[in-house]
């Protein structure tokens, strides 16, 4: 009876297990069969915060990357160079600055040329004309060393030189020339000026009285010169490719500027327009009955034009 009792023991034990291992087979049937797994919660982070790990993780990726050097040209062009600014300094120097100043120098000594010219020219002058009237004086008048003056009767001849140079657009006809074309340094001048006052308005220091521009001299590199000036000048053609800067070129050049001013005869003015005077123009000197220059009739012989100066 033990034993039977014993084999019902076990065989009622066996019918309880089976119905767990089939449950465990078919869940994992149903797994495998395409049932998901749930994932994990997970918690979102604000786009501010993943915006600052994505720009944290760029600067990373960027600072661990290693520097790439630029490849070299191996196409064999020759890569140009830049240029260096104290060549294009060193360059300028050399050609305009050094032009300009023995330009300059080329003027300063034509300026003491007309200088000696006029005082040779006064003393002659002076002892020609004494005999006859000894009331008419012809004076030089030394100013400083850029201008100096001739007073000859009512009349004052005023030179004066700039210290600068000067060059004109590039329209100026005279640089159409092949004398100037072959040398750019050609193109830059130093001046000249002379200019016709009436003493008295410098004796009485009349402000509002007009000077008129008689002549410009034009001096380049190569000492040659140039003249600009009026028609009653009366300067014979020239070309500045042959006319070097001498002292009986100079001579000329004085000697018909005083010809100019002497035969720039004083006008009247309109009476109507000397029937009032204020009391600046009295107490500045400035006489009622005073007249003014006819003015000169301009020649620019580069232009081939004529240019009216007026009073």
């Known amino acids: 009876m033990a034993d039977d009792s014993t084999s019902w023991t076990i ?13 465990n087979t078919g869940a994992a049937e149903q797994t495998e069969a395409g049932a998901k797994p749930a994932k994990p919660k997970t918690t979102r982070k604000p786009k501010a915060a993943k915006q600052a790990e994505g720009s944290q993780g760029s600067v990373n990726n960027k600072a661990s990357e290693p520097y790439n050097s630029p490849e070299p040209n191996t196409d064999g062009a020759h890569m140009p160079e830049p240029e260096d600014k ?37 003393v002659e002058l002076t002892r020609r004309l004494s005999p006859l009237d000894s009331s008419v004086l012809i004076e030089y008048r030394p100013i400083n060393e850029l201008e100096f003056h001739i007073k ?19 329209d100026f006809p005279l640089f159409n020339t092949k004398f100037v074309q072959d040398d750019f340094r050609r193109r830059f001048f130093g001046h000249i000026m002379a200019y016709n006052f009436m003493a008295d308005s ?12 008689v002549g410009r001299l034009l001096i380049n ?20 490719a042959n006319d070097p ?9 004085v000697e018909s500027a005083m010809i100019a001013a002497v035969n720039n005869d004083l006008i ?20 009622v009955s005073r007249g003014s220059k006819v003015g000169f009739s301009f020649r620019n012989e580069q232009r081939g034009g004529f240019e009216s100066i007026s009073s």
Not at 11 to 23: F, G, H, I
Not at 158 to 170: E, K
Not at 204 to 213: I, S
């Open 11 to 23: 065989a009622a034990s066996q019918p309880s297990e089976q119905p767990t291992a089939a449950a």
């Open 86 to 122: 104290l060549d294009i300094i060193f360059e300028g120097l050399k050609q305009k600055s050094s032009a300009k100043q023995a330009i300059f120098r080329n003027t300063e000594a034509t300026f003491d040329c007309l200088r000696k010219v006029s005082q040779e020219l006064v």
């Open 152 to 170: 000859f009767s009512g009349d004052l001849l005023v030179f004066v030189m700039h210290s600068n140079i000067i060059t004109f657009p590039d």
């Open 202 to 213: 410098i004796k009485y220091q009349r402000m509002n009285d007009p000077g008129y521009l």
């Open 221 to 240: 590199i190569d000492n040659h010169y140039f003249i600009e000036g009026v028609k009653q000048l009366e300067m014979p053609n020239h070309d500045m």
């Open 245 to 253: 800067v001498t002292h009986e070129a100079m001579r000329i050049f």
């Open 268 to 287: 009247a003015p309109p009476i109507q327009d000397i029937q009032k005077i204020s009391v600046k123009q009295k107490v500045e000197n400035q006489q």
